[in-house]
């Protein structure tokens, strides 16, 4: 078939080519016909060049890639896009022939592996609601009081925050795929643990492991799911982190209702083995492994991931030109390293994502999701709804408003999502309390103003103050210091989750439901307008282009 072709490209430029009948004088120069020999072998090589690269493009697209990769390591004044335009130009063609899977389906599968982690994460937030009124139950094997449930309640949040900074070191150390390979091990260690146990201690230590490993993914994911996708990707998949966590909650509520807590527990070990697979068929962080020196494999990680357009080309170029002048930094001693951790591209972020943190669990969150069945019964009396119904239509509404944000972060910026996230967060806090000063606490037949603002709230909390912590936390940091700087920031969230649940009763006693609720409206309303100023726009925006942003001098980034 390519013989045919190529004859009769031969032919038709014979023919094209062919001077007239007509008796010419004039003799040809020998530069004309040299000239013209030229043009026809370029066509004839124009028309070849295809099939041939059709016929041997697994072994071109390597031999390409290679010299791609050697050019870079080679120069020594940093990249040109000129350069980087020619040498994948022919890559770039290659690859239409070779690559099966878009870079959307392999981000997608990359993103997979960690959003599959965030929603065991949610297996262990949904586990003790399913877990504890089962062990109180008459038959139960292993007898449960008061004070046992809320130590089996508490051990899962109190190594969170441990977890948070130990993690932030590990992806430093180790590597993002290689970390979450780590964290698989004592998820799978803490469910088999739960489902063991004959006796109170194992189930606390099996708790232990899983609250940890929570922690430990807590600043991973979103710094993995940043580095591997692009930025019109980004968005979404960041999203689905609290989407992750809602889903993992249903589906423990969900399983534990009509499963005993055991088998429970070994069907949840399921995931962190799902996980493992989806790691072992996507590369290292290529940001990560550039940052290392490793170019080469950082170049087939970042390549894999994104493919050839000029934007991954672009934002290639950044992240190994960022690499070449760090190396021609000088050594840090000790002295000036800890001084770098004062620059302005790490204290902004981090100040802004502690701000942030604070304000959507000091807005009540946690407090809300675990006393929303009593607030419902002051509504509508203690004989007017059944508990797992109130808990199915909460998580329910809960995953629906986490896909909903989902969509909303890939069309809309962070920062109108943030501003009409709090306002609303605010708004219905301060409907609530108002509603139950006007009521004194008992039940009227306007039970569904307190029921709407209660759907109301958690609409509005899950479209913008619950994801985009997250989903920030992995975007805004440097790289050199990302690990560190989001295990502080996403350690600072469950530190104030376990201030908020721990003080959500003794403020509901002391200073009654009305002025608690009221409370959380108003620290909405402040951390809103305090994010209104310092909150900075990250969407469409590549890592390189929001870290240069901070190194500005300016207080207001926004």
């Known amino acids: 078939m390519g013989e045919d072709r190529n004859d009769e490209g031969d032919v038709a430029v014979d023919e094209k080519e062919a001077p007239p009948d007509t008796e010419d004088t004039t003799e040809a120069k020998p530069d004309d016909i040299e000239d013209n020999m030229q043009k026809q072998i370029d066509i004839v090589i124009n028309k070849e060049m295809p099939i ?14 290679s010299n791609y990769i050697q050019n870079i390591m080679n120069s020594t004044s940093g990249l040109s896009l000129t350069q980087i335009n020619l040498k ?103 469910w088999i643990l739960i489902a063991c146990a004959n006796n109170l201690a194992l189930i606390l230590l099996g708790r232990f492991f899983t609250g940890l490993c929570v922690g430990l993914i807590g600043p991973l994911g979103p710094v993995f799911i940043s580095e591997t996708t692009s930025p019109q990707l980004r968005g979404i998949f960041l999203a689905a982190i609290s989407l992750a966590i809602a889903v993992g909650i249903l589906v423990a509520h969900i399983i534990g209702t009509w499963v005993h807590w055991q088998w429970t527990a070994i069907i949840s070990c399921i995931f962190p083995i799902l996980s493992v697979i989806l790691l072992s068929l996507i590369p290292e962080s290529p940001t990560w492994l550039i940052s290392k020196g490793q170019i080469e494999d950082g170049v087939k990680a970042f390549t894999w ?34 001084r770098s951790l004062k620059s302005p591209e790490l204290i902004k972020p981090l100040f802004i994502m502690i701000v942030f943190f604070v304000t959507c669990q000091f807005s009540g969150v946690n407090a809300v999701a675990f006393y929303s069945i009593e607030i419902i019964e002051k509504a509508v009396g203690k004989g007017g709804i059944d508990h797992y119904t109130a808990m199915y239509v909460i998580d329910s509404l809960r995953t629906v408003m986490s896909v909903v944000a989902c969509v909303t972060c890939k069309k809309y910026g962070r920062r109108p999502l943030c501003m009409i996230s709090g306002i609303f ?13 006007w009521s004194g606490g008992k039940p009227t037949n306007l039970s569904w103003i307190p029921l709407t603002c209660l759907m109301i709230y ?24 990302r690990g560190l700087g989001s295990g502080i920031s996403s350690a600072t ?56 942003k901070f190194k500005s001098n300016k207080i207001s980034i926004a």
């Open 88 to 190: 994948e130009e022919t890559l770039l063609t290659d690859s239409k022939t070779v690559v099966r899977f878009s870079p959307i389906w392999k981000q997608t599968l990359a993103s997979m592996a960690a959003i599959l982690m965030t929603f065991t994460a949610g297996l262990t937030s949904g586990y003790s609601a399913i877990l504890l009124p089962q062990l109180k139950a008459s038959d139960s094997s292993i007898p449960c009081d008061d004070s046992t449930a809320s130590w089996i309640a508490a051990m899962a949040a109190l190594p969170m925050a441990p977890g948070c900074l130990i993690g932030g070191w590990l992806m430093e150390k180790f590597g993002r795929r290689n970390a979450h390979y780590m964290v698989c091990a004592p998820f799978l260690l803490g």
């Open 458 to 481: 958690i609409c509005a909390i899950s479209i913008g103050l619950v994801p985009l912590p997250w989903m920030m936390c992995g975007e805004v940091f440097p790289t050199k210091v």
């Open 52 to 65: 041939k690269y059709a016929d041997n493009a697994i072994r071109q697209r390597e031999n390409e890639k």
């Open 493 to 548: 969230t469950f530190v104030s989750f376990f201030v908020v649940v721990k003080t959500a009763p003794g403020m509901m006693k002391d200073l009654g439901e009305v002025l608690t609720f009221l409370i959380y409206g108003i620290i909405a309303l402040v951390g809103t307008g305090i994010l209104y100023f310092i909150l900075p726009e990250t969407k469409g925006k590549s890592l390189q282009e929001i870290e240069d």
């Open 425 to 437: 967060t605010a708004l219905s806090m301060v409907s609530l309390s108002i509603f139950l000063y």
């Open 305 to 338: 991931l994104r493919g050839y357009d000029e934007e991954a080309k672009i934002e290639l170029k950044g992240i190994i030109d960022k690499k070449k002048a760090a190396d021609n930094e000088p050594i840090q001693t000790l002295k000036e390293k800890i």
